[in-house]
């Protein structure tokens, strides 16, 4: 019998908010963090979800006193601080770290690397920080890092590694990652539309999320994670590439219809045991095909779904953690969260799209995600 | 688990199971590797595309899935520079306002997993798969990663190993797990 491994502690700092609460209540009133900004010099300006910079330097200096921190460090501090001070680092707390750019604006007209762009650096800083105990984990596996970094927590605590683990994720906006993907056409023109018919693109975000990770074990008995304000259980997780092309979406779904099979498989829970799914849809045209044809080929056509990225952006590295975190709090609200700005369907197979905030009873919560290199990645989440 | 066929890539030099299988006089990256992908007659002309951490990885993997059925071969990488090679490039072509080109082709190379996803196209692999970026080599961490995923029954066997490059310094050790 494997070891069974929860979620039991979480937090996140983004533009809704420097707490879970906080960005909850800004949810329920239907507010995003989409909004226009001019991000790069003698450039049109962006739809993107940004977090204002002196609020989050007001935040910071409330608690902190050093300032030897770049702005996404300090949105990672800010965001893992009470995790720390609520559960114990011990020699077998595992620190994995979920990021796709890390420091990258660090580069910007530098003939050679600043130490803080190695992502092992800013993750050891982090650690560091807090006087973590072991090795830095990184994991940097483009948009699907978040999802998978909760798996990669699982799966090290079951292989007897760690004892329990801090999870963070974590991307910023940059001149870097705005530039890539509006090279690529792929920034909408519009505050952007997941599964909608006139959506135009993505827009990019920037968070940081944080989760406290446990397995079962003699010091932690169920009853002791009972004990705590809330648990899920990690019961399923899969990472499936599409082996089909390194920037575009397979348009049959391989990978993630896969990764959500294996992940349901491992779970043993059936379609129609899965009360609600929180989507990747980025708001582009083959993303959010791929995900229709996916979600239909596992038969989870009317399973009430949403996607996020209407109230933050794509939050890239951070958006997996944060959209799961936020999952859970429906489910612990027994709420159901609107896909903001879907008005009209726009794909080309039947999706229970969620439209206005509604009660419901959620148990097992399927979170996905996708991204370049034709990856993919499923976990299902079950409330204790 | 098993650890077989173990490809090393250093020093302008492929190392398959102990035997050199390619050296080239080339200290270049770019240029040993392909004289590397001509000599062994690799014959994917995809491989020019890729930037220099794809074809390393790619270079590594090739020696040691090109035989054999890797429908059930999961990808757990790892490496200490990410994508920094690429991203120095990609930045260089947005750091002045008045040469502002940024390239799709460079910006995709940007993300460390790139590498896996080229495998897996080549291999046709759909299978589990995971980068992690780790100050040093840590093997017994990527051979835990792996043993969940083969004791998962996820997979049947996993390619694992490091893929380090930035600039002219690098390095490929890489391996297969089987149960």
Redesign the interface.
């Known amino acids: 019998m ?1 070891k069974e491994v929860y979620i039991t502690d979480y937090n996140c700092v983004t533009p809704l908010g420097f707490d879970v609460a906080s960005n909850w209540n800004a949810l329920l009133q239907g507010k995003s963090g989409v909004a226009k900004h001019k991000v790069i ?3 049109e300006a962006f739809y993107a979800s940004i977090i204002d910079s002196e609020k989050l330097e007001e935040e910071f200096n409330k608690f902190f006193d050093n300032k030897d921190f770049t702005r996404l460090e300090k949105m990672f501090l800010l965001s893992l601080k009470p995790l720390v001070e609520r559960h114990n680092l011990t020699e077998e707390t595992a620190f994995i770290l979920s990021t ?2 890390g420091n ?1 604006s660090l ?4 003939a050679t ?1 600043p130490e803080g ?5 800013l ?2 800083k982090i650690a560091d920080f807090f006087g973590f105990k072991t ?8 948009c699907v890092s978040g999802v ?1 970094a909760i798996a ?1 927590a699982k ?2 605590i ?2 007897g ?1 760690y004892k329990d683990a801090f999870v963070v994720a974590g991307d910023e906006i940059s ?2 990652v705005i ?6 056409q792929a920034i909408g023109s519009q505050p952007c539309q997941p599964y909608d018919k006139n959506r135009s693109g993505i827009n990019i975000g920037e968070a940081t999320a944080a989760a406290f990770i446990t397995g079962h074990c003699e010091e932690r008995s169920d009853e002791a994670i009972s004990n705590e304000s809330f648990s899920f259980k990690i019961s399923g997780d ?10 575009g979406p397979s348009r049959t779904g ?2 993630l219809y ?1 990764s959500i099979k ?1 992940a349901m498989t ?1 779970a043993n829970v059936s379609a129609e045991q899965i009360n609600f799914i929180s989507a990747h849809g980025t708001a582009t045209i083959y993303n959010d095909e791929m995900e229709a044809i996916a979600f239909n080929r596992m038969e989870l056509q009317n399973v009430p779904l949403n996607s996020m990225k209407g109230f933050y952006g794509h939050c890239l590295g951070a958006s997996g953690l944060l959209e799961s975190i936020i999952s859970m709090e429906s489910a612990l609200h027994n709420t159901l969260i609107s896909s903001k700005n879907f008005e009209e369907m726009g794909v080309s197979q039947p999706l229970h799209i969620i439209k206005e905030n509604q009660p419901a009873e959620i148990k097992y919560i399927l979170k996905t995600a996708s ?5 993919n990645a499923a976990i299902v989440l079950e409330k204790c | 688990m098993k650890k077989t066929d173990i490809c090393t890539i250093e020093n302008s030099k492929i190392i398959v199971n102990k035997e050199v299988i390619f050296e080239s006089q080339s200290k270049v990256f770019s240029e040993f590797a392909k004289e590397a992908y001509k000599s062994l007659e690799l014959n994917y002309p995809k491989f020019h595309k890729m930037d220099n951490l794809s074809k390393l990885a790619f270079l590594a993997s090739e020696m040691i899935l090109k035989d054999g059925d890797h429908s059930k071969t999961a ?1 757990v990488l790892a490496n ?3 994508s ?1 090679d690429t ?2 490039k ?2 260089e072509s ?2 002045s ?1 008045d040469n ?1 080109f ?3 082709a460079v ?2 190379y ?5 590498c ?3 495998i ?2 080549r ?13 040093e080599f ?1 093997e017994k ?1 990527l051979n ?2 792996s ?3 083969l ?2 029954g ?1 997979a049947e066997k996993v390619l694992c190993g490091w893929v380090e490059l ?1 600039q002219e310094s690098y390095k490929a050790f890489v391996y297969l797990l089987t149960n």
């Not at chain 2, 940007?110 to 790139?114: F, K």
């Open positions: 494997r010099e003698n450039q796709t750019k990258i580069l910007k007209n530098k690397l762009v190695y992502l092992s650096k993750a050891q090795k830095p984990i990184v994991v940097s596996n483009a998978m990669v799966n090290m079951q292989a590694r001149e870097f530039s890539g993907f509006n090279s690529f899969s990472a499936i590439n599409d082996a089909n092309h390194i920037s391989d990978g896969a294996n491992e991204g370049f290199g034709g990856c | 990808i200490k520079s990410s920094l991203d120095f990609y930045q947005i750091n306002q502002f940024p390239s799709p910006f995709v940007t993300l460390s997993n790139i896996v996803g080229e897996s196209i291999h046709k692999m759909q299978t589990e798969n995971a980068f992690f970026v780790l100050d840590d961490f835990d990663y043993e969940q995923i004791e998962s996820k930035y």
